[in-house]
Nanobody, 124 residues
Framework: QVQLVESGGGLVQAGGSLRLSCAASGRTFSSTGMGWFRQPPGKEREFVAQISRSGAYTNYADSVKGRFTISRDNAKNTVYLQMNSLTAEDTAAYYC?????????????????WGQGTQVTVSS
């Protein structure tokens, strides 16, 4: 069993920045790949970024590449998503998730535990 708790969402103006955090407990954090997904209003959940167990490998959706940075601190059991140059199109509920470890990390089916989500709203 894994518990994931996101924080850091909020209302920000276009061009601004936010940093999301996801605190994990239950499974050995350093042995688990992690991902961030988002779900805009009325749309399906979509991949944002993923990070390997050690943090050495990261991957991003094209829509956020160069603006978002995923990182992790295994000593604190926390994964982060630094979001810069935000636009209205980034408005969504953001979710962190723990990976099973054997599938496509850009697909929701690869993840077996999810946080409750944190809302990010970007005003234009």
């Amino acid at each position: 069993q894994v518990q994931l708790v996101e924080s850091g969402g909020g209302l920000v103006q276009a061009g601004g920045s936010l940093r999301l955090s996801c605190a994990a407990s239950g499974r050995t954090f350093s042995s688990t790949g992690m991902g961030w997904f988002r779900q805009p209003p009325g749309k399906e959940r979509e991949f944002v970024a993923q990070i390997s167990r050690s943090g050495a490998y990261t991957n991003y959706a094209d829509s956020v590449k160069g603006r978002f940075t995923i990182s992790r601190d295994n000593a604190k059991n926390t994964v982060y998503l630094q979001m810069n140059s935000l636009t209205a199109e980034d408005t969504a509920a953001y979710y962190c998730a723990a990976a099973r470890g054997f599938g496509d990390p850009t697909r929701t089916s690869e993840y077996d535990y999810w946080g409750q989500g944190t809302q990010v709203t970007v005003s234009s």
